[in-house]
């Protein structure tokens, strides 16, 4: 089992940019699929974001392509995201995400554990 807890939201201006940490309790964090989901108020939750295991392969939801890096650093059991070039859609909390599973998927069920969220607003 791993517990996950985030940090780095906030209050942001359109345009700005955030980065989000996750820190992983236990010794197989390199063994989960990790990724940033988030879910905005009458929205459904999405995958925003999502990396291997070893950290070589990304994806990334249409919507923040181009804008959002997702990295991991294992020896330091952490995950980020750096959101660059927010807009108002971007505003949700965030939650840090990891899946047992063998490759990264788009898919919110597919993920076992979550951490509690940080809340992200993008002001215009």
């Known amino acids: 089992q791993v517990q996950l807890v985030e940090s780095g939201g906030g209050l942001v201006q359109a345009g700005g940019s955030l980065r989000l940490s996750c820190a992983a309790s236990?010794?197989?964090?390199?063994?989960?699929?990790m990724g940033w989901s988030r879910q905005a108020p009458g929205k459904e939750r999405e995958v925003v974001a999502s990396?291997?295991?070893?950290?070589?392969?990304?994806y990334y939801a249409d919507s923040v392509k181009g804008r959002f890096t997702i990295s991991r650093d294992n020896a330091k059991n952490t995950v980020y995201l750096q959101m660059n070039s927010l807009n108002v859609e971007d505003t949700a909390v965030y939650f840090c995400?990891?899946?047992?599973?063998?490759?990264?998927?788009?898919?919110?069920?597919?993920?076992?554990?979550w951490g509690q969220g940080t809340q992200v607003t993008v002001s215009s």
């Open positions: 990396i291997t295991r070893n950290g070589s392969t990304t």
């Open positions: 236990g010794r197989t964090f390199s063994s989960y699929v």
């Open positions: 995400v990891a899946s047992r599973g063998l490759w990264i998927a788009p898919d919110p069920a597919t993920y076992d554990y």
